[in-house]
Protein backbone atom coordinates (compact mmCIF):
# COMPACT_ATOMS: atom_id res chain seq x y z
CA UNK A 1 0.00 0.00 0.00
CA UNK A 2 1.34 3.09 -0.65
CA UNK A 3 1.07 6.83 1.05
CA UNK A 4 -1.28 7.93 -0.63
CA UNK A 5 -3.79 5.20 -0.39
CA UNK A 6 -6.26 6.83 2.87
CA UNK A 7 -7.33 3.10 4.84
CA UNK A 8 -9.85 5.50 6.75
CA UNK A 9 -13.12 4.76 4.25
CA UNK A 10 -15.73 5.76 7.22
CA UNK A 11 -18.80 6.07 4.97
CA UNK A 12 -17.28 5.90 1.64
CA UNK A 13 -16.61 2.58 2.24
CA UNK A 14 -17.00 0.65 -1.43
CA UNK A 15 -18.00 -2.86 -1.32
CA UNK A 16 -17.31 -4.40 -5.23
CA UNK A 17 -19.51 -7.61 -6.25
CA UNK A 18 -17.96 -9.19 -9.37
CA UNK A 19 -14.32 -7.98 -9.52
CA UNK A 20 -11.65 -9.49 -9.55
CA UNK A 21 -7.77 -8.68 -9.36
CA UNK A 22 -5.29 -10.28 -12.03
CA UNK A 23 -1.67 -10.11 -13.46
CA UNK A 24 -1.24 -10.99 -16.81
CA UNK A 25 2.25 -10.07 -16.46
CA UNK A 26 4.13 -12.18 -13.53
CA UNK A 27 6.07 -9.30 -12.53
CA UNK A 28 3.20 -7.81 -11.03
CA UNK A 29 1.97 -10.92 -8.91
CA UNK A 30 2.37 -8.39 -5.67
CA UNK A 31 1.34 -5.44 -7.08
CA UNK A 32 -1.91 -7.50 -8.22
CA UNK A 33 -2.13 -9.27 -4.44
CA UNK A 34 -1.93 -5.77 -2.42
CA UNK A 35 -4.64 -4.23 -4.35
CA UNK A 36 -7.43 -7.11 -4.29
CA UNK A 37 -6.27 -6.80 -0.41
CA UNK A 38 -7.44 -2.75 -0.58
CA UNK A 39 -10.20 -3.93 -2.44
CA UNK A 40 -10.93 -6.75 -0.68
CA UNK A 41 -11.55 -9.09 -3.72
CA UNK A 42 -9.87 -12.01 -4.87
CA UNK A 43 -7.19 -12.92 -7.26
CA UNK A 44 -7.73 -14.76 -10.41
CA UNK A 45 -4.97 -16.28 -12.17
CA UNK A 46 -5.87 -15.63 -15.75
CA UNK A 47 -8.87 -12.96 -17.72
CA UNK A 48 -10.62 -15.66 -18.91
CA UNK A 49 -11.53 -17.09 -15.36
CA UNK A 50 -14.02 -14.35 -15.02
CA UNK A 51 -17.69 -14.76 -16.47
CA UNK A 52 -18.55 -11.72 -19.75
CA UNK A 53 -20.65 -10.06 -16.90
CA UNK A 54 -18.16 -9.38 -14.52
CA UNK A 55 -15.53 -6.91 -14.35
CA UNK A 56 -11.31 -7.65 -14.00
CA UNK A 57 -8.88 -5.16 -12.99
CA UNK A 58 -5.60 -6.51 -14.65
CA UNK A 59 -1.95 -5.54 -14.83
CA UNK A 60 -0.95 -6.19 -17.96
CA UNK A 61 2.15 -5.36 -20.54
CA UNK A 62 0.33 -1.57 -20.89
CA UNK A 63 -0.78 -0.55 -16.92
CA UNK A 64 -3.95 -1.60 -15.27
CA UNK A 65 -6.76 -1.98 -16.79
CA UNK A 66 -10.40 -2.41 -16.09
CA UNK A 67 -12.54 -4.97 -18.18
CA UNK A 68 -15.84 -6.40 -18.48
CA UNK A 69 -16.26 -8.95 -21.10
CA UNK A 70 -15.15 -6.95 -24.08
CA UNK A 71 -15.45 -3.92 -22.71
CA UNK A 72 -11.62 -2.60 -21.40
CA UNK A 73 -10.45 1.13 -20.59
CA UNK A 74 -7.08 2.06 -18.99
CA UNK A 75 -5.96 6.20 -18.50
CA UNK A 76 -3.36 7.07 -20.80
CA UNK A 77 -2.00 10.74 -21.11
CA UNK A 78 -0.51 10.00 -24.24
CA UNK A 79 -4.36 10.46 -25.64
CA UNK A 80 -3.63 13.97 -24.34
CA UNK A 81 -0.61 15.05 -25.73
CA UNK A 82 -1.16 17.09 -28.05
CA UNK A 83 -3.78 19.63 -25.93
CA UNK A 84 -0.98 20.21 -23.30
CA UNK A 85 2.00 20.74 -25.52
CA UNK A 86 3.80 23.84 -26.21
CA UNK A 87 0.75 25.58 -24.74
CA UNK A 88 -2.00 24.18 -26.42
CA UNK A 89 -3.30 24.01 -23.18
CA UNK A 90 -4.13 27.93 -23.37
CA UNK A 91 -6.98 27.35 -25.35
CA UNK A 92 -8.88 24.95 -23.15
CA UNK A 93 -11.66 25.98 -21.67
CA UNK A 94 -10.96 24.62 -18.33
CA UNK A 95 -7.68 26.54 -18.27
CA UNK A 96 -9.85 30.06 -19.06
CA UNK A 97 -11.51 29.68 -16.76
CA UNK A 98 -9.02 28.51 -13.66
CA UNK A 99 -6.66 31.23 -14.67
CA UNK A 100 -5.53 34.18 -12.09
CA UNK A 101 -5.05 37.93 -13.33
CA UNK A 102 -1.57 38.70 -11.77
CA UNK A 103 -0.72 35.41 -10.89
CA UNK A 104 2.67 35.00 -8.77
CA UNK A 105 4.50 32.30 -7.49
CA UNK A 106 3.29 28.44 -7.98
CA UNK A 107 -0.52 28.26 -7.69
CA UNK A 108 -1.91 25.19 -5.64
CA UNK A 109 -5.34 23.54 -7.06
CA UNK A 110 -7.36 20.68 -5.29
CA UNK A 111 -9.41 18.84 -8.00
CA UNK A 112 -11.81 17.41 -5.63
CA UNK A 113 -13.36 14.88 -8.22
CA UNK A 114 -10.68 13.66 -9.77
CA UNK A 115 -11.88 10.60 -11.98
CA UNK A 116 -9.25 9.61 -14.48
CA UNK A 117 -7.71 12.88 -13.90
CA UNK A 118 -7.59 14.29 -17.60
CA UNK A 119 -8.72 17.85 -16.33
CA UNK A 120 -5.78 17.76 -13.58
CA UNK A 121 -3.79 17.42 -16.06
CA UNK A 122 -5.10 20.71 -17.99
CA UNK A 123 -4.60 22.85 -14.86
CA UNK A 124 -0.59 20.81 -14.53
CA UNK A 125 0.40 21.59 -17.48
CA UNK A 126 -1.07 25.79 -16.93
CA UNK A 127 1.35 25.29 -13.98
CA UNK A 128 -0.69 24.49 -10.82
CA UNK A 129 0.47 22.04 -8.21
CA UNK A 130 -2.52 20.03 -7.54
CA UNK A 131 -3.83 17.86 -5.00
CA UNK A 132 -5.98 14.86 -6.76
CA UNK A 133 -8.95 13.49 -4.72
CA UNK A 134 -10.79 10.35 -5.52
CA UNK A 135 -12.73 8.05 -3.33
CA UNK A 136 -13.63 5.06 -5.48
CA UNK A 137 -10.81 3.07 -4.99
CA UNK A 138 -11.03 1.50 -8.43
CA UNK A 139 -11.09 4.40 -10.48
CA UNK A 140 -8.02 5.72 -7.87
CA UNK A 141 -5.78 2.65 -8.88
CA UNK A 142 -7.07 3.07 -12.65
CA UNK A 143 -5.55 7.11 -11.87
CA UNK A 144 -2.36 6.05 -9.72
CA UNK A 145 -1.12 3.74 -12.67
CA UNK A 146 -1.93 6.13 -15.25
CA UNK A 147 -0.04 8.87 -13.50
CA UNK A 148 3.38 6.41 -12.80
CA UNK A 149 3.07 5.85 -16.77
CA UNK A 150 2.82 9.19 -17.01
CA UNK A 151 5.73 10.19 -16.16
CA UNK A 152 7.53 7.94 -18.86
CA UNK A 153 6.13 10.60 -21.04
CA UNK A 154 8.61 12.70 -21.81
CA UNK A 155 5.79 15.84 -22.94
CA UNK A 156 4.13 14.91 -19.82
CA UNK A 157 6.76 14.04 -17.30
CA UNK A 158 7.29 17.39 -15.53
CA UNK A 159 3.43 18.34 -15.42
CA UNK A 160 2.71 14.57 -14.02
CA UNK A 161 5.35 15.76 -11.15
CA UNK A 162 2.78 18.36 -9.99
CA UNK A 163 0.22 15.87 -9.27
CA UNK A 164 -0.52 14.18 -6.17
CA UNK A 165 -3.04 11.58 -5.90
CA UNK A 166 -5.07 11.21 -2.28
CA UNK A 167 -7.30 7.97 -2.73
CA UNK A 168 -10.12 10.04 -0.20
CA UNK A 169 -13.52 11.47 0.19
CA UNK A 170 -12.42 15.11 -0.60
CA UNK A 171 -15.82 16.83 1.18
CA UNK A 172 -14.46 15.07 4.46
CA UNK A 173 -11.08 16.09 3.33
CA UNK A 174 -11.60 19.94 2.45
CA UNK A 175 -14.05 19.48 6.08
CA UNK A 176 -10.18 19.04 7.76
CA UNK A 177 -8.42 21.44 5.45
CA UNK A 178 -6.11 24.28 7.22
CA UNK A 179 -3.67 25.22 4.19
CA UNK A 180 -4.33 27.98 2.04
CA UNK A 181 -5.52 26.66 -1.87
CA UNK A 182 -5.71 29.23 -4.28
CA UNK A 183 -8.12 26.99 -6.91
CA UNK A 184 -10.87 24.26 -6.07
CA UNK A 185 -12.27 22.54 -8.84
CA UNK A 186 -14.94 20.16 -8.91
CA UNK A 187 -16.46 18.04 -11.73
CA UNK A 188 -18.91 15.68 -10.20
CA UNK A 189 -21.12 14.62 -13.57
CA UNK A 190 -20.52 11.64 -15.37
CA UNK A 191 -22.76 10.91 -17.94
CA UNK A 192 -26.34 10.27 -16.89
CA UNK A 193 -26.91 6.10 -16.74
CA UNK A 194 -29.72 5.52 -19.57
CA UNK A 195 -27.53 6.44 -21.96
CA UNK A 196 -25.45 3.99 -22.22
CA UNK A 197 -25.96 2.67 -25.56
CA UNK A 198 -24.82 6.45 -26.43
CA UNK A 199 -20.78 7.03 -24.43
CA UNK A 200 -18.03 5.82 -24.46
CA UNK A 201 -16.53 2.50 -23.63
CA UNK A 202 -14.78 3.96 -20.72
CA UNK A 203 -18.09 5.71 -18.98
CA UNK A 204 -20.13 2.41 -19.92
CA UNK A 205 -17.18 0.53 -17.55
CA UNK A 206 -17.06 3.21 -15.01
CA UNK A 207 -20.71 3.27 -13.97
CA UNK A 208 -20.17 -0.78 -13.75
CA UNK A 209 -18.89 0.51 -10.45
CA UNK A 210 -21.74 1.85 -8.99
CA UNK A 211 -19.87 4.29 -7.09
CA UNK A 212 -22.02 6.13 -4.57
CA UNK A 213 -22.77 9.70 -5.62
CA UNK A 214 -22.54 11.98 -3.39
CA UNK A 215 -24.50 15.16 -2.95
CA UNK A 216 -23.18 18.52 -5.29
CA UNK A 217 -24.11 20.69 -2.50
CA UNK A 218 -21.81 19.31 0.20
CA UNK A 219 -19.30 19.27 -2.48
CA UNK A 220 -19.66 23.13 -2.90
CA UNK A 221 -20.23 23.45 0.69
CA UNK A 222 -16.85 21.52 1.84
CA UNK A 223 -15.18 23.82 -1.15
CA UNK A 224 -16.50 26.96 0.39
CA UNK A 225 -15.47 26.08 3.63
CA UNK A 226 -11.84 26.27 2.34
CA UNK A 227 -12.23 29.78 1.40
CA UNK A 228 -10.14 29.50 -1.47
CA UNK A 229 -9.44 32.47 -3.98
CA UNK A 230 -11.60 30.31 -7.00
CA UNK A 231 -14.10 27.70 -7.60
CA UNK A 232 -14.50 26.54 -10.28
CA UNK A 233 -17.29 24.02 -11.18
CA UNK A 234 -17.86 22.12 -14.69
CA UNK A 235 -21.66 21.61 -15.63
CA UNK A 236 -23.94 19.95 -18.83
CA UNK A 237 -24.34 23.65 -20.31
CA UNK A 238 -27.43 24.21 -19.99
CA UNK A 239 -27.51 22.22 -16.06
CA UNK A 240 -29.01 24.07 -12.86
CA UNK A 241 -26.62 25.98 -10.97
CA UNK A 242 -25.26 23.84 -7.66
CA UNK A 243 -27.39 24.55 -4.97
CA UNK A 244 -28.55 27.04 -6.76
CA UNK A 245 -25.45 29.54 -6.30
CA UNK A 246 -25.21 31.97 -9.03
CA UNK A 247 -21.64 32.00 -10.01
CA UNK A 248 -19.82 35.44 -10.52
CA UNK A 249 -19.73 34.28 -14.18
CA UNK A 250 -19.27 31.69 -16.47
CA UNK A 251 -17.38 29.79 -19.43
CA UNK A 252 -19.91 28.17 -21.95
CA UNK A 253 -18.99 25.74 -24.65
CA UNK A 254 -21.66 23.66 -26.89
CA UNK A 255 -21.98 21.16 -24.08
CA UNK A 256 -20.53 21.55 -20.89
CA UNK A 257 -20.01 25.51 -19.20
CA UNK A 258 -17.80 25.97 -16.07
CA UNK A 259 -19.32 28.44 -13.32
CA UNK A 260 -16.63 30.22 -11.46
CA UNK A 261 -16.70 31.89 -7.99
CA UNK A 262 -14.00 34.27 -7.72
CA UNK A 263 -14.21 34.74 -3.43
CA UNK A 264 -10.82 37.21 -3.52
CA UNK A 265 -11.42 39.65 -6.28
C1 LIG B 1 -17.08 13.15 -13.61
S1 LIG B 1 -15.80 12.36 -12.77
C2 LIG B 1 -14.48 13.50 -12.92
C3 LIG B 1 -13.78 13.41 -14.23
C4 LIG B 1 -12.50 14.20 -14.23
N1 LIG B 1 -12.76 15.63 -14.22
C5 LIG B 1 -11.56 13.83 -15.36
O1 LIG B 1 -11.01 14.73 -16.00
O2 LIG B 1 -11.39 12.61 -15.60
C6 LIG B 1 -16.23 12.51 -11.07
C7 LIG B 1 -15.29 11.68 -10.16
O3 LIG B 1 -15.33 12.24 -8.88
C8 LIG B 1 -15.33 11.20 -7.92
N2 LIG B 1 -15.95 11.80 -6.72
C9 LIG B 1 -17.22 12.23 -6.57
N3 LIG B 1 -17.41 12.75 -5.34
C10 LIG B 1 -16.20 12.66 -4.72
C11 LIG B 1 -15.75 13.01 -3.41
N4 LIG B 1 -16.58 13.56 -2.51
N5 LIG B 1 -14.45 12.77 -3.08
C12 LIG B 1 -13.61 12.20 -3.98
N6 LIG B 1 -13.99 11.82 -5.23
C13 LIG B 1 -15.27 12.04 -5.58
C14 LIG B 1 -16.12 10.07 -8.57
O4 LIG B 1 -15.79 8.80 -8.02
C15 LIG B 1 -15.68 10.21 -10.03
O5 LIG B 1 -14.55 9.41 -10.29
Redesign the pocket.
Known sequence: MTDNQNNDKND?QHTYHHLYVCAEIPRYKNDAQALAEHLQVQVIPKMSDAKPDELVLCYGREGLSLSCGRLSMRGDFMTMVSRVREEMWKHEMLVKAAKFKNAEGTLTAI????????????LAAAGFQVTL????PV?AALLRDTLRRAKKIPEIREMAGRMKLVE??????MGKMLDFVDLI?L????PERQKTGLIKKKFQL?QK?E?P??DEK??LA?ALQVKPKKIVI?RPAKGPYIADEKPDYSIMGKAIRYDCFTLVK
Open positions: TDATAGMGEDSLLYEYDIADSIESYDPMFLLSCRDLAK
